[in-house]
């Protein structure tokens, strides 16, 4: 008998800006659990990003930044 297929758990977009690519890389910086603590770490480099560019948009430059890594 064959075994089940394993659902592949599909991670869901971040809240403020709807982004996957963003969501997956919160996971990635998450220690211990502490989604939120990463979530709020993300959120205030995004507001510096808009800060110092005047960007009113950080995640091209985010996309852009994943890109040339």
Known sequence: MRRKV???NIVGP????NSQKLEKFINYIMWSGKKET??????????????????PNPLEIFDLALRNA
């Open 6 to 8: 394993k659902n592949k």
């Open 14 to 17: 971040d809240f403020v800006y």
């Open 38 to 55: 990463a979530r709020k770490v993300m959120y205030q480099a995004f507001d510096l990003i808009k800060e110092k560019t005047g960007n």
